[in-house]
């Protein structure tokens, strides 16, 4: 095959493949997705927006610390859940977890992802918060849910269970 007719037929499945990406989504019990989710929420509500966030802030040791949702159906779900007390303890010398109130959706989300210093994460196995302090190997059914923007000293000081108070920054 000559190199036109190659490129030709790489431009063809290309295009295919993104048709099917755009196509109809699965089901999501995620809030809608052109709502700005809140005050703290930066977005436009057209369906074309490429990326919205939320601001969110963590209080522990009676500092606070901001952190960004990315604009996903998890974190969109998360960010509905707040605010949250909730009891953080140590796991795998890696990260700190906790269970949640209610599961997040994990509509449009890969199947896992590796997981960054500074990463807020749903374990959705587990249906638990996890926010690493320390670099981890990619693990399936982790889904991203943002950053912490500033903190992760203070966060992987704690050794044991400690409280964490999580809400829209503001």
């Known amino acids: 095959?000559?190199?036109?007719?190659?490129?030709?037929?790489?431009?063809?499945?290309?295009l295919?493949?993104?048709a099917c990406a755009t196509g109809v989504d699965a089901p999501s019990t995620a809030a809608d997705p052109t709502s700005t989710g809140g005050q703290g929420a930066t977005a436009t509500t057209t369906p074309e927006r490429m990326e919205a966030t939320m601001k969110i802030q963590l209080t522990l040791d009676g500092a606070?610390?901001?952190?960004?949702?990315?604009?996903?159906?998890?974190?969109?779900?998360?960010?509905?859940?707040?605010?949250l007390e909730l009891t953080l303890r140590?796991?795998?010398?890696?990260?700190?977890?906790?269970?949640?109130?209610?599961r997040l959706s994990t509509a449009q989300a890969p199947e896992g992802t590796t997981?960054?210093?500074?990463?807020?994460?749903?374990y959705a196995p587990?249906?638990?918060?996890?926010?690493?302090?320390?670099?981890?190997?990619?693990?399936?059914?982790l889904v991203s849910l943002g950053r912490l923007d500033s903190?992760?000293?203070?966060?992987?000081?704690n050794s044991g269970p400690f409280p964490v108070r999580i809400e829209e920054a503001g």
């Open 1 to 14: 095959m000559n190199r036109t007719a190659l490129a030709i037929a790489t431009a063809g499945a290309v």
């Open 16 to 18: 295919v493949l993104a």
């Open 64 to 83: 606070t610390h901001p952190a960004t949702l990315n604009d996903s159906p998890a974190a969109r779900d998360f960010f509905d859940q707040l605010p």
């Open 90 to 102: 140590d796991f795998a010398s890696s990260e700190k977890i906790s269970d949640l109130p209610n």
């Open 115 to 122: 997981a960054k210093a500074g990463d807020l994460t749903y």
């Open 126 to 141: 587990w249906g638990n918060l996890a926010i690493f302090y320390h670099d981890a190997p990619h693990a399936p059914g």
């Open 151 to 157: 903190g992760l000293a203070d966060l992987a000081r």
